[in-house]
Antibody, heavy 120, light 106 residues
Framework: EVQVVETGGGLIQPGESLRLSCAAS????????MTWVRQAPGKGLEWVSV???????YYADSVKGRFTISRDNSKNTVYLQMTSLRAEDTAVYYC??????????????WGQGTMVTVSS | DIQMTQSPSTLSASVGDRVTITCRAS??????LAWYQQKPGKAPRLLIY???TLRSGVPSRFSGSGSGTEFTLTISSLQPDDFATYYC????????FGPGTKVHIK
């Protein structure tokens, strides 16, 4: 089955760091673009970061300089390293595959999300 | 950055109604637009990509149209399972989501 599973969320204090993981199965993260999208409680979807290649990564202005997306091909896993966390980073974080061959870039596979709560 | 807007933000409708949601981009995005459905507590689900291509397994009552800066999602006959929030997303340059349209029961 083609799927992604996010882990690593939790309750964390402002200013601290957290790393989210997105384990893929049924496809290789090495051959696909991957993205993180978040959703604050009661709010809409917000794009966070995309990984097109190990040297071709992009970030939303709201997280630039604080978040880093990466992948470990041997573990078929994508990561989101989050530092200097703020209360406004509180959200469900979704990992998704950016499918290129058929859709030219839509997000076709989504995980169930992992909740990050930044609070003292 | 490309900004996305949607209208209406909320929509009251009955089963069987024809529903249309509009999405606009702040600059041309060609046909690089997707529509997603999201239900409470669930991940988004891709419905339509390249503005008008229905994803496999999505009911044919869903359709999309448009190009450039203006796009629409139409549900030809609303079903009980369709009450949800719908998001458009551009992927011409990076990714941007619209603010969403919540479709609820009249």
């Amino acid at each position: 089955e083609v799927q992604v599973v996010e882990t690593g969320g939790g309750l964390i204090q402002p200013g601290e760091s957290l790393r989210l993981s997105c384990a893929a199965s049924g496809f290789s993260v090495n051959n696909n673009y991957m993205t993180w999208v978040r959703q604050a409680p009661g709010k809409g979807l917000e794009w966070v970061s995309v990984l097109y290649s190990d040297v071709n990564t992009y970030y939303a202005d709201s997280v630039k300089g604080r978040f880093t997306i990466s992948r470990d091909n041997s573990k078929n896993t994508v990561y989101l390293q989050m530092t200097s966390l703020r209360a406004e980073d509180t959200a469900v974080y979704y990992c998704a595959r950016v499918e290129y061959y058929d859709t030219n870039g839509a997000c076709d596979i989504w995980g169930q999300g992992t909740m990050v709560t930044v609070s003292s | 950055d490309i900004q996305m807007t949607q209208s209406p933000s909320t929509l009251s409708a009955s089963v069987g109604d024809r529903v249309t949601i509009t999405c606009r981009a702040s600059q041309t995005i060609s046909h690089y637009l997707a529509w997603y459905q999201q239900k409470p507590g669930k991940a988004p689900r891709l419905l339509i990509y390249k503005a008008s291509t229905l994803r496999s397994g999505v009911p044919s009552r869903f359709s999309g149209s448009g190009s450039g800066t203006e796009f629409t999602l139409t549900i030809s006959s609303l079903q009980p399972d369709d009450f949800a929030t719908y998001y458009c997303q551009q992927y011409n340059y990076l990714l941007t989501f619209g603010p969403g349209t919540k479709v609820h029961i009249k």
